[in-house]
């Protein structure tokens, strides 16, 4: 396997770990909340946002873009700091 592949892989790891911490914590909240408490919220919620004016197709595609954009900016950048960092790591290796 070479050390991009293995930096990608490294990458979507942490990235996904990362993800899965924030879905844990906010699955906690929830929990916390009840169903009463998270029907409720859900209900102010719906009455602030989906209820409004719709946005545009074209504001809600360039957002849906820019955010892709910097999702594949993260990645990528972590991507490179890792396999710096394997790179830094195998040319100080004395190969036993």
Request: no cysteine.
């Amino acid at each position: 396997m070479t050390l991009n592949a293995k930096a990608r892989i490294v990458s979507a790891t942490i990235l996904g770990a990362i993800l899965g911490f924030f879905v844990h914590l906010q699955d906690l909240h929830r929990f916390e909340l009840g169903r009463e408490g998270f029907l409720a919220k859900e209900a102010v919620r719906f009455d602030n946002h989906l209820t409004k004016t719709a946005h545009s197709p074209f504001g809600t595609t360039v957002a849906g873009v820019l955010i892709a954009v910097a999702a594949l900016a993260v990645y990528e950048g972590l991507t490179f700091l890792i396999a710096k960092l394997l790179r830094k790591g195998v040319g100080n290796s004395d190969g036993s």
